[in-house]
């Protein structure tokens, strides 16, 4: 299976991909990750990432590209993968296609962005694993403590008020095209995202599964 997860910020496309990489036992590849990474290690790739996610916007797809070509040569990547946060321009789609990568599905989960508002000013995110939290949707075990590895759990810097908004922008704009883009490919799924988590994820496997 090798699947694309399309959906604003905050609309659970992280957590469906962790439940979904469990059960299909293939890789998440999430950008969002990979940068955030790059940042705290303060590579080359992370000191040009950094403005940009800080304002809410979008990396330039070069960079991103050249990232994802070294990503998908790992292993890891031969049973499949979950494309989570990739691609999120049509010229990275247009590229993805151009490549010998074959994609079988496109998951859009579909939440309303007053919604989105809401669920990222309470999202919290574990420093040292990434696994992501919600003051009510998700609490941790402990607050502020990782369940899965005991990191210290803290909210992202660009889910502040003011880059959640630009970054839904930046959603309608550039990455909303790719949802017709891959209808006319036939390749688009859509699951409507629900308030819980287990509900979210049994729409996502019904939408996949059909
Ligand atoms: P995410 O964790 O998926 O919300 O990504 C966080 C930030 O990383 C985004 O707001 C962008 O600034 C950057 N980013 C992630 N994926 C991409 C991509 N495919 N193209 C450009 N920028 C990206």
Redesign the pocket.
């Known amino acids: 299976m090798r699947l694309i997860l399309l959906a604003a ?2 609309a659970g ?2 957590t469906q991909a962790e439940i979904l990489s469990e059960h299909y036992g293939i890789p998440t590849i ?7 990474k790059a940042i705290k290690d303060g590579t080359e790739l992370g000191r040009t ?1 950094e403005k ?2 800080n ?7 070069d ?2 590209l050249k990232v ?1 070509d070294e990503r998908f040569k790992n292993d890891d990547c031969k049973n499949g993968f979950i494309l ?6 049509l010229a ?1 789609a247009e590229a993805l296609s151009a490549s010998p990568i074959e994609i079988d599905k496109v998951l859009s989960i579909e939440v309303d962005d007053q919604t989105i508002i809401e669920r990222l000013s309470g999202r919290l995110e574990c420093r040292s694993c990434g696994t992501t939290y919600h003051t009510e949707h998700r609490p941790p075990k402990t607050p502020g403590v990782c369940d899965k590895c005991g990191g210290e759990l803290g909210a ?1 810097d ?1 889910d502040k008020p003011e880059t959640v908004k630009q ?1 839904l922008k ?1 959603y309608h704009e550039q990455t909303e095209p790719l949802i017709e883009y891959y209808r006319e490919k036939g390749l688009l799924r859509v699951a409507k995202g629900q308030s819980e988590i287990e509900e979210t994820s049994k729409v996502v496997f019904e939408a996949l599964e059909a």
Not at 30 to 36: E, K, N
Request: no cysteine; charged share 30%; hydrophobic share 30%.
């Open positions: 910020p905050g496309k992280g999430s950008t969002g990750a990979i940068l955030r990432a940009y996610i304002e809410g916007k979008l990396i330039p797809d960079l991103m994802m989570d946060g990739f691609p999120r321009t990275q992202r660009d970054r930046t």
